[in-house]
């Protein structure tokens, strides 16, 4: 077993900088928060409601809410912009939706509304604020609040195994229409698993021409193993090629049939390639 984990460690390790690498050779590496707006592209907000569309299918309604969890293989995939964008498309639709932010080393949800990220869902996993301290209204739109993740601790991952975890969820369930939980990169932490199997669903978030097949096919297989139910994969900033022309080794994007292959969520990339 330990040799195994140093081997997997290392693999994750290589892939992530070679990934780190194409990134910036696409001009990918930098990050910034982006919310829907008056303003944004019509195809960035059509491939945003199309894929509230679909997840709604994916997963109906029952007498409780729905949690849908979100996760990547490794960072820099626009995993936060994707769910914070899909939290706010099921506002949008009048259901009552609550965004969580289970990346409790590096969350990142509070900088999209201009918060400090403690106290959060840290703080009250461990019973040092109550629900009324932690959960924030959104100002972009009165159906939509958020749980920022709170003050780093050393041990995220028992946070999130936890049976308080677990009852919080529940208690959720009975809030909201939609929870919707941003959890780390699964290839790098063990973190999203602890959640995944209380959940109704998880979307696997990729970005086009920066990450591999085979990081995918792992992520996948990592989740599986956990008994997540995998609702699909978001290619995330997919541009469509020129006539006559394929991404080299991303064509297998179709050959995989992923659910969902939409537009950028960069506003400022979707007419030009950068």
């Avoid at 907000?45 to 569309?53: C, I, Q, S, V």
């Avoid at 009324?132 to 749980?147: K, P």
């Avoid at 199997?197 to 085979?214: A, F, K, M, N, W």
Wanted: charged content about 25%; some cysteine; hydrophobic content about 35%.
């Amino acid at each position: 077993m330990g040799l195994f984990s140093k081997f997997t460690a290392k693999l994750s390790s290589r892939s992530h900088a070679k990934r780190s690498l194409k990134a910036a050779e696409t001009h990918h590496s930098h990050r910034h928060e982006y919310l829907l707006n008056d303003d944004t592209p019509f195809d960035v907000t059509e491939a945003f409601r199309n894929l509230k569309a679909a997840l709604s299918v994916s997963v109906p309604k029952k007498d409780g809410g729905v949690v849908i969890m979100t996760t990547s293989a490794y960072p820099e995939d626009g995993k936060t912009t994707v769910t914070a964008n899909l939290a706010l498309m099921f506002a949008m639709s009048n259901a009552k939706v609550l965004l969580v932010d289970a990346d409790i080393r590096k969350g990142r949800v509070a900088k999209y509304f201009k918060r400090k990220s403690a106290p959060g869902l840290s703080d009250y996993l461990s019973g040092q604020n109550t629900f009324d301290e932690v959960v924030h209204q959104s100002h972009v739109n009165e159906n939509l609040s958020y749980i920022t993740c709170g003050t780093h601790s050393p041990k995220p991952y028992e946070l999130l195994e936890s049976e308080e975890m677990k009852a919080f969820l529940q208690e959720l369930r009975g809030k909201y229409d939609y929870i919707i939980i941003d959890t780390p990169p699964v290839l790098i932490l063990s973190d999203a698993l602890a959640i995944a199997p209380e959940t109704d669903g998880v979307v696997l978030v990729c970005r086009h021409q920066v990450s591999y097949i085979s990081d995918i096919e792992r992520a996948l297989n990592t989740l599986k193993f956990s008994k997540a139910n995998v609702l699909g994969v978001v290619v995330n900033d997919y541009k469509q090629p020129k006539a006559g022309k394929f991404y080299g080794g991303y064509k297998k994007y179709y050959y995989y049939n992923y659910n969902y292959a939409y537009g950028s969520t960069n506003p400022q990339d979707t007419d030009s390639e950068e």
